[in-house]
T-cell receptor
Framework: GAGVSQTPSNKVTEKGKYVELRCDPI?????LYWYRQSLGQGPEFLIY????????DSGLPNDRFFAVRPEGSVSTLKIQRTERGDSAVYLC????????????FGPGTRLLVL | QKEVEQDPGPLSVPEGAIVSLNCTYS??????FMWYRQYSRKGPELLMY????GNKEDGRFTAQVDKSSKYISLFIRDSQPSDSATYLC???????????FGTGTRLQVFP
């Protein structure tokens, strides 16, 4: 069965560049979450979608970060003017509506900003 | 002080041992309590979740929640080398859908 997929698996970019990270949730899961995990730390919440709308974006660190989910399925996390401190693993998770306790994670995208 | 505290380890045990992994928390509004397992360079894998105080068992794993002490545990019986991974506790905040994670405990089970 298909789990959450994320592309690319690795992304290397230069400081100041723009990047897009993609998440494809489990089929039928209307809730989608983005987290960021730094080395030696647990995942840190960024944003949550229910359907097409961002229901909670309180974890986005600043206005360089933006995420969309235009058709309620695939989501893209966009980072403008990347900084070295943005280097981390970006994780996507999905769940059935209202089932926050059963979030299933993808493998993550490893972002390295040089 | 972090909302969720978890000893980073590493914890090294022989095969067959009983492992106890723990987290403490400070926010009384936490509702659901989850345990995830994360292998190196992989995404977290949901092991178990609980809602109320008490125990929940699934195979070799038992999750325990003590809301009065703000303390949760995961016990692994008959540990196997394949259990070697980082174990993350996570908690949901009230009626929000975001999870707050501990830093993870690295477990190594040696043959």
């Amino acid at each position: 069965g298909a789990g959450v997929s994320q592309t690319p698996s690795n992304k290397v970019t230069e400081k100041g560049k723009y990047v897009e990270l993609r998440c494809d949730p489990i089929s039928g899961h209307t809730a989608l979450y983005w987290y960021r995990q730094s080395l030696g730390q647990g995942p840190e919440f960024l944003i949550y979608f229910q359907g097409t709308g961002a229901a909670d974006d309180s974890g986005l660190p600043n206005d360089r970060f933006f995420a969309v989910r235009p058709e309620g399925s695939v989501s893209t996390l966009k980072i403008q003017r990347t900084e070295r401190g943005d280097s981390a693993v970006y994780l996507c998770a999905s769940s059935l509506a209202g089932r926050r306790e059963t979030q299933y994670f993808g493998p993550g995208t490893r972002l390295l900003v040089l | 002080q972090k909302e969720v505290e978890q000893d980073p380890g590493p914890l090294s045990v022989p095969e067959g041992a009983i492992v106890s992994l723990n987290c403490t928390y400070s926010n009384s509004a936490f509702q659901y309590f989850m345990w995830y397992r994360q292998y190196s360079r992989k995404g977290p894998e949901l092991l178990m979740y609980t809602y109320s105080s008490g125990n929940k068992e699934d195979g070799r794993f038992t999750a325990q929640v003590d809301k009065s002490s703000k303390y949760i545990s995961l016990f692994i019986r008959d540990s196997q080398p394949s259990d070697s991974a980082t174990y993350l506790c996570a908690m949901s905040v009230g009626n929000t859908d975001k999870l707050i994670f501990g830093t993870g405990t690295r477990l190594q089970v040696f043959p």
